[in-house]
C-alpha cells in the first residue's frame, strides 16, 4: 500500500518567525511549526516529523533546534553541525584540520539533545552539490593527491570517509540520492537525471557496494543505533586521524576508525573479545588479539569493524 511515513520540513526557523515576538526563547505551541506539527500528528499519529532548522538573526539565542525537539512533535532535525564541520574536512577548507569533528561526531548531548536519535547526519543534501562533485571540479586543487590516486579516486574516497562517518556516529544517517554510487552531477534547477551508466565502472560499483553494507549493518547491528560513543585518544589537527568505539546496552559492540590525512596509518583499536571482526566499510576481515585489532589504512580510507557474524 502507498502511504506517507512522514514529513521533512524546510526553513523551520522562517516557518516559525512571529514577528509580533520574534525574541521568544522557545516555540509556541499555537503559532508557526509547533501548529503544523500537530496538525500533521492529527492526520497520521504515527507520522514521522524531521525539521531542517537554523537560527535565525534577530531571534532569540536560546531558540535552538534542540528546543525545537524537546517543545514541538517534532522528531529529529538535520544535524548542521555534524554536516558542515565534515564539508569543511572533506573539502580542505580554510583551516579544516582544526575543525571540533568529536563534537560534531559525537556531541548530540553537548548541543542539548537527549537521545541520538533527534540528530540526522548527513554529508550533504539537495541544497548543495556532492562531495564527490565539489571535490573534482572545486576542491580538489586545494586537496593532496597520493601516489596512485587519481582526482576521481580522491573524491570517490573522501565522499566515502563522510559516509562512513554518518553511518558509524550516533544520530540517524541520510544520504542524498546518488551518493550511494558517487554520483559526481552538478546542482542545477534543471532536469538532472541520476547518472546510472557510472555503475558499469568499477569504481562505481565498488562504492555503491561499500554503502550497501554500511546500511545493512546499521540495520542490523543495534549497537550502531545505539546513544553510545567514546573517542579513543587522537589529536585530528596533526593526526587527521578519529577512531571512536560505539556499544549498547546488551554487549554489542562497533569500533571505527577514519583516516583523514595522506599517509599510511597502523591502527589499533580496542575490541571486547579476540577472534574474527569484519570491516564492513572496506569488506576487510581481521583477527583479535589481546584485546586489540591491527589494520593499515590507507590515505583517506576508513574502517568500521562489527564481529564477524554481523554482515
Known amino acids: 500500500e502507498y502511504h506517507v511515513d512522514g514529513f521533512r520540513f524546510d526553513w523551520v526557523g522562517g516557518v516559525d518567525y512571529d514577528s509580533n515576538e520574534p525574541m521568544r526563547p522557545g516555540f509556541n505551541p499555537y503559532h508557526g511549526i509547533a501548529a503544523i506539527c500537530w496538525a500533521a500528528r492529527q492526520a497520521k499519529p504515527d507520522c514521522i516529523l524531521i525539521g531542517e532548522f537554523w537560527q535565525l538573526e534577530g531571534t532569540h539565542g536560546e531558540k535552538s533546534a534542540a528546543r525545537l525537539v524537546h517543545e514541538t512533535a517534532m522528531d529529529a532535525v538535520w544535524n548542521g553541525h555534524f554536516h558542515h564541520t565534515l564539508d569543511d574536512i572533506l573539502n580542505h577548507r580554510w583551516e579544516w584540520e582544526k575543525k571540533d569533528i568529536f563534537r560534531a561526531l559525537g556531541g548530540y548531548r ?24 565539489e571535490i573534482k571540479f572545486y576542491s580538489g586543487k586545494h586537496i593532496p593527491k597520493p601516489k596512485g590516486m587519481t582526482l576521481q579516486d580522491v573524491a570517490l574516497a573522501r565522499a566515502r570517509l563522510g559516509l562512513v562517518a554518518a553511518f558509524a556516529a550516533p544520530g540517524v544517517p541520510m544520504i542524498f540520492a546518488g551518493q550511494e554510487f558517487g554520483d559526481d552531477s552538478p546542482r542545477t534547477i534543471d532536469f538532472v ?4 551508466s557510472k555503475l558499469a565502472q568499477p569504481k562505481f ?15 542490523r547491528y543495534p549497537a550502531l543505533r545505539s546513544d553510545n560513543i567514546n573517542f ?3 589529536h585530528f589537527a596533526a593526526e587527521h586521524l578519529v577512531r571512536f568505539c560505539r556499544w549498547d546496552d546488551n554487549g554489542g559492540y562497533a569500533v571505527a576508525a ?12 580496542p575490541v571486547p573479545h579476540d577472534g574474527r571482526w569484519r570491516d564492513v566499510a572496506g569488506n576487510r576481515l581481521r583477527r583479535a588479539e589481546g584485546g586489540r585489532l591491527s589494520i593499515r589504512l590507507a590515505a583517506y580510507d576508513a574502517a568500521l569493524f562489527v564481529p564477524a557474524g554481523a554482515r
Request: glycine share 4%; hydrophobic share 35%.
Open 110 to 133: 553537548d548541543m542539548g539533545f537527549s537521545t541520538a536519535t533527534q540528530v540526522i547526519n548527513y554529508s550533504c543534501s539537495h541544497d548543495e552539490v556532492r562531495p564527490e562533485h
Open 193 to 196: 537525471p541520476l547518472q546510472w
Open 205 to 219: 560499483r565498488t562504492h555503491m557496494e561499500a554503502v550497501k553494507r554500511l546500511i545493512r549493518a546499521r540495520r
Open 232 to 234: 579513543l585518544d587522537n
Open 258 to 269: 577514519l583516516n583523514f590525512g595522506t599517509e599510511l596509518r597502523e591502527i589499533e583499536l
